[in-house]
């Protein structure tokens, strides 16, 4: 699609929109800015309000789902059993355990939402790139168990770029050489160990590999989305990353169809950007994304390097009204363990997590430190990622240049992550008003997230003393119930 045909689909669509109701993800965000996504002083009202899930079949596309004030949630969203969301949820994903105990109506468990809460897994591009194997992915999955990462959430195992080699007489995509038994095979595998398979794919005819690395046997999907999504099913794919690189927009909507009329729940992570001046973000992309996928990255690739990470969460950090159960933003996958310090990989997981954004390990697992492992294992910093209310933090206060205060609602009564983001070269102290969080001015207990230790109650407002350059203090904080007057 060319950039004038790219206006023109903008322009359609928004005329199609005013008449039509083109997209339904605007007016969703928008409810659920006013029901206190975004707004601190009405945050509160999130302590209440969840994301209410009707019934649906498995990978159907006949998804009905409603806001407790009935409003319809965006489509193109498969309902399903999903593990991940079962398990992060502790039961019924997508609807918080307080509102639901609340309502007597809600007693029986709801089916989960795929992708309800943002997926936790490990993708092969950041260290091994086009060197992937059925080996290399095969030992990857074992250390997700030996190294806590399953244990810890990590579900998907996704085989990026390079695992491709053409197609067959038929038209039907092989899997390359270094895959020996084949992808149905090693799907067992992986299915066997509790753990779920994605791979990559573009909607375009060569990959990104294969258009700028050379990876000729990088075929892509387009015109044969059908086949691919039977091809995906059959041997039993969970996830599709679909990479626009060169590609054509169109071709999104094109996939999520042919995945849907699979049966099969695979969830859908897009990027609609082509790397240089288009990234196609939620607030200014012509195609309605949530609508289309359940998550949709945001930005240019994230590498090794501090600056791409500031550059992502700044990119990301004005999106938050897009975000919600079943379709995130995607700021990237993580870099952790690949050479930045511990504040700084600290740092770089609170932020994701905060952000509710999806938690793809990047590095070898095979041989991560103690300490990469006990980053990505977190289990209170994972807790506020996976949070089943969806909703992704945003900054609230700007205490002096390059600090930052992060707050992220979440389920529970009048509690709220926090991060104190110090982005200076020299440590600092931060303070956090209760009031920029949207809680009552009055008490509050203060748990440390990385420390794992309760700091106590604090009245109005907390302040956390010589904050790392480039680190961060990551807070739960609970207003505790206002005393007889
Ligand atoms: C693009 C994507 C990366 C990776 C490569 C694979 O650059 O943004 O995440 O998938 O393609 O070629």
Redesign the pocket.
């Known amino acids: 699609m060319t950039k004038t045909e790219q206006g023109r689909f903008a322009l359609s669509c928004f005329t199609a929109a005013l008449a039509l109701g083109c997209s339904t993800s605007t007016k969703t965000s928008d409810a659920r800015l006013a029901e206190g996504a975004s707004a601190p002083a009405a945050a509160a009202a999130t302590d209440t309000a969840a994301p209410g899930v009707n019934g649906g079949q498995a990978g159907s596309s006949a998804v009905v789902m409603s806001s407790p004030a009935g409003e319809a949630l965006p489509g193109g969203l498969a309902v399903a059993p999903s593990s991940q969301a079962s398990a992060a949820a502790g039961g019924a994903a997508g609807v918080a355990p307080d509102a639901a105990s609340r309502d007597a109506s809600s007693a029986a468990p709801a089916p989960a939402i795929l992708g309800a809460t943002p997926p936790m897994g490990w993708n092969s591009?950041n260290t091994f790139g086009c060197n992937v194997s059925e080996a290399l992915i095969r030992s990857m999955a074992d250390a997700m168990l030996s190294r806590g990462m399953r244990a810890a959430g990590y579900r998907y195992v996704n085989i990026?770029?390079c695992w491709m080699n053409g197609r067959d007489a038929d038209g039907k995509l092989r899997w390359s050489d270094n895959f020996p038994t084949g992808m149905p095979a090693l799907a067992d595998y992986i299915h066997g160990l509790g753990l779920e398979l994605g791979l990559?794919e573009v909607p375009a005819d060569r990959?990104?590999?294969s258009t700028y690395g050379g990876y000729a046997p990088g075929v892509g999907s387009l015109g044969h989305e059908t086949d691919d999504a039977n091809s995906f099913a059959e041997w039993g794919i969970d996830y599709l990353?679909y990479?626009l690189?060169r590609g054509q927009r169109s071709g999104f909507a094109v996939m999520r169809d042919a995945l849907r009329a699979t049966g099969r729940p695979i969830l859908y992570s897009i990027?609609p950007g082509n790397?240089q001046d288009d990234l196609c973000p939620p607030s200014s992309c012509a195609l309605d994304l949530p609508s289309i996928a359940n998550l949709w990255r945001i930005g240019f690739?994230i590498d090794t390097q501090w600056s791409s990470w500031l550059r992502l969460i700044d990119e990301n950090a004005n999106l938050y009204a897009f975000a919600g159960p079943g379709h995130f933003n995607d700021p990237d996958m993580l870099e952790i363990g690949r050479g930045a310090s511990a504040d700084e990989d600290r740092a770089h997981f609170s932020l994701w997590a905060i952000m509710a954004a999806p938690l793809l390990a990047g590095n070898d697992l095979r041989n991560m430190s103690a300490a990469t492992q006990a980053i990505l294992t977190n289990a209170e910093v994972i807790a506020v990622d996976q949070d089943p209310l969806g909703i992704q933090g945003r900054v609230v206060a700007t205490p002096a240049a390059n600090l930052q205060v992060w707050s992220k609602p979440l389920s529970g009564t009048n509690a709220r992550a926090v991060v104190l983001f110090n982005r200076s070269a020299a440590s600092a102290d931060i303070n956090v008003q209760w009031t920029a969080l949207g809680l009552p001015g009055g008490a509050a207990t203060v748990r440390d997230l990385w420390s794992h230790s309760d700091l106590g109650s604090f009245t109005g407002s907390y302040t956390a003393q010589a904050v790392a350059s480039h680190g961060v203090v990551m807070l739960k904080v609970a207003a505790l119930p206002a005393g007889p007057s």
């Open positions: 591009w990026d770029d990559y990959t990104c590999a990353k990479d690189c990027n790397g690739d």
